[in-house]
């Protein structure tokens, strides 16, 4: 399977531990995104990675969230002293482009946090 | 404001039937795509559409077209011969490409969704 690949895809932790999502996007692509959905929403953008540099950051990455794309390949996302708010699925999208894209995003199929 | 306002929750429609699924948007960029997404119960994001704000013609992708209409800042995608494994949340997603101010656009707004139920 070549597409973007999440995990761990599920992911149980008490309030207070630290958490780590990793996202492998489609080998060629140089964007990456990390999208946060939770129930009844639609995806919220939290932050974007072109090739290794974050370029931009939702005001919703609070700073318990830290995300890295070392080497311009995965990226992680960690959420430090998770709260209950935390829960959420997290979703990475990676695509292909230059200037203002016009490709779709490829998502991969989440990584779904609870937070107890 | 909303940026992207889908007004029905859940929708209804026959196997074999077409339905409509409404999408409003609020830009006042002259630059912008739009999106639609689809959402199975499995959770990947599937790209369905896509039509840019300087294309003069709707966009349609076999089964599916977008009704673009600018002046109205909507965006509805129309299914056509629906089945059963259309059942899913459906998204539409803006993309702002904010030419005055130099910055390429990197993210895109979605809406709430649809849920989109097929009958047999």
């Known amino acids: 399977d070549t597409g973007v690949s999440q995990n761990p895809r599920h992911k149980i932790t008490k309030r207070g531990q630290n958490v780590t999502f990793r996202c492998d996007p489609i080998s060629e692509h140089n964007r990456l995104y990390w999208y946060r959905q939770t129930l009844g929403q639609g995806p919220e953008f939290l932050t974007y990675?072109?090739?290794?540099?974050?370029?931009?950051k939702s005001r919703l990455l609070s700073d318990r969230f830290s995300a890295e794309r070392p080497k311009g390949s995965f990226s992680t996302l960690e959420i430090q002293r998770t709260e209950q708010g935390d829960s959420a699925m997290y979703l990475c999208a990676s695509t292909l482009g230059q200037g203002f894209y016009t490709g779709e995003l490829f998502f991969g199929e989440g990584s779904r946090l609870t937070v107890l | 404001a909303q940026k992207i306002t889908q007004t029905q929750p859940g929708m209804f429609v026959q196997e074999k039937e077409a339905v409509t699924l409404d999408c409003t948007y609020d830009t006042s960029d002259q630059s912008y795509g739009l999106f639609w997404y689809k959402q199975p119960s499995s959770g990947e994001m599937i790209f369905l559409i896509y039509?840019?704000?300087?294309?003069?013609q709707n966009a349609t992708e076999g089964r599916y077209s977008l009704n673009f209409q600018k002046a109205r800042k909507s965006a509805n995608l129309v299914i056509s011969a629906s089945q059963l494994g259309d059942s899913a949340m459906y998204f539409c997603a803006m993309r702002e490409d904010l030419v005055d101010s130099g910055a390429g656009s990197y993210q895109l707004t979605f809406g709430k969704g649809t849920k989109l139920s097929v009958i047999p």
């Open positions: 039509q840019g704000s300087y294309d003069e």
């Open positions: 990675f072109q090739n290794e540099a974050q370029l931009e």
